[in-house]
């Protein structure tokens, strides 16, 4: 049953005239290409892996006040020296009624909250150190999709030469001028070409499962077809520089100073705790000269007595010390691999860089002119046919590697600027 019938078709219309706008327009947005820079900026505002790290150093910086605070009073009332014996209140002269308050004043209280001020320092810079890492990992994975697309757009615009070959050689097999393995051969070759297109859709496919981590249903929209303008870098040495004040060491030298922190508390241990008592003890009744008898106001202090002790507090002590070589240790590694990776990855940069200038000045035109060369000589009856298929093959390869490089380059600047800190 159609679920117009009844209706007018003027209503019909408008019906359809008030969603095909809205329907153009969704479809329009899915078309829209794109850009780097769009990626960039939808991750740049935050993702869930940092905002909730972001979250726990907020509450952590919230136990770091709440653990710099004294612990509440103690309220205390009683009823003391009541006899039981026969009597009121007013019967005996040390029967009264009290009220006190307690407070207590524990040991390392500064020092509890200057650990887990740096801890939330911890967090912070992780928070730091994930959002440079996403912005790097939404960069590579833009590019990867960015090359599947233009490989497979290069490809698909090669295929009609690699016909043209199979065309040629059979109608060259038809007259007898060249065998049977010639069309074979073509044949394989297109075949071949057919199989790299079916597996750079599947890598593209791959490359923007990885985006939509980040970008939801986005990641899916065609790539914008234009690489970013990342051709010049900092020295080593201001990468370096800049790698000095990269997020994961300071977290590394804020788990120093938190499991310091712990070291000072440790040895506050040792100290004795007190607390403070003040009480107010009422009385009825009268002395045997008939003057009212008095109340009372008591004040003590109480101390802890940590020396029976000695032993497990020495033990906590070694496992602070311990905990604290360990933290100055572990930003000794994170600082080694840093460098490491940065040096790395700027002898690979400069290796890409060299390379994309041979293809450039060189390899492409090189390329070029065989495949010319091979076919006027195939056509003419004084070449091989293998030469023609491999001088196809080599161009479409070295056209590839020239776009790789150039995206191997873009996401190896992606990976120093996240190490070195450069502002892009």
Known sequence: MSVFRGRKPAYVLLTFMAVLPWTSFAMAQERVPLTLAEAEDQVRGGEPGQLALLAQA?????????AGSLPDPVLRVGL?????SGGSFSTEGMTQAQLGLRQSFPRGRAHGTEKL?????????????RGRDV??????????????????ELMSESRPFFVDLVTITRSLYAVGRKSQYDVLRAELELSRLDDRLIKTSLAKAEAQAELSRWLGQDAYRPVAMKLPGWDRLPSLEDLRAGLAGHPSIAAAEAGVAAQQAAVSIAEERKKPGWSLDVGYGYREGFLPDGTPRSDFVSLSVSVDLPFFGKNSQDRRLAAALGDRSAARQSKVEVTARLRSALDTEFARWNDITHRLTLYETQILAQSKDQVQAALLAYQSDNGDFSDVMRGYIDDLNARLEHIRLQVQRSQSYAKLANLGGVEQ
């Not at 907020?58 to 709440?66: G, H, N, T």
């Not at 003391?80 to 039981?84: K, L, R, S, T, V």
């Open 58 to 66: 907020e509450a952590m910086q919230e136990r770091a006040v709440a």
């Open 80 to 84: 003391a020296n009541y006899p039981i």
């Open 117 to 129: 001020r740096a801890q939330a320092e911890v967090y912070n810079q992780d928070a730091g150190a």
């Open 135 to 152: 912005l790097a990992a939404v960069r590579i994975a833009w590019l990867d999709a960015f090359y599947s697309q233009r490989a497979w």
